[in-house]
């Protein structure tokens, strides 16, 4: 059994962002330890479904981008689901990519989880950039 090592005034988009913030470092397994349930789910199309196929895939991108950065740019909170709207660069001379990370919770801890990606363009003709 998991205990709870955090206050209940923290939100479930503070969550969301902790445990994303805790993945992009390189803390795969404390990320889901802290905020995921047991019976955590994802919807990425290229793993197996099931939590410890992810944080595998996550732990090798850890591994081979280790100056990853994530940033920030949106959190809504919407009743158990939280959005998280990032740039994703896996080192400083990456353009990087726009994602999109959905977290459903259950009791505080996320238990599924959906995340879609868009790589920046290097020439887009959109005056108004990405974010």
């Keep these: 059994m998991r205990e709870k090592d955090f ?7 503070e969550r969301a ?12 397994r ?10 955590f789910y994802h919807h990425n199309p290229y793993f197996r ?10 732990e090798e991108n850890a591994a081979e981008n280790p100056n990853k950065i ?3 740019k949106h959190a809504l ?9 990032s ?3 896996q080192n400083k001379e990456d353009i990087g990519a726009v994602v999109v ?18 790589p920046i363009p290097e020439n887009s003709p959109n005056e108004n950039g990405v974010f």
């Design 7 to 13: 206050s209940s005034a923290i939100t479930l988009k």
């Design 17 to 28: 962002v902790s445990f994303l913030q805790l993945v992009a470092a390189g803390n795969v």
């Design 30 to 39: 404390e990320a889901f330890q802290r905020y995921t349930v047991p019976e």
């Design 49 to 58: 479904g099931d939590a410890e196929s992810l944080m595998t895939a996550m």
């Design 70 to 72: 994530f940033e920030v």
């Design 77 to 85: 909170e919407e009743g158990e689901i939280v959005a998280i709207h």
């Design 87 to 89: 740039l994703v660069k």
């Design 101 to 118: 990370h959905i977290c459903r919770f259950q009791d505080e801890r996320i238990v599924e989880m959906w995340d879609v990606g868009q």
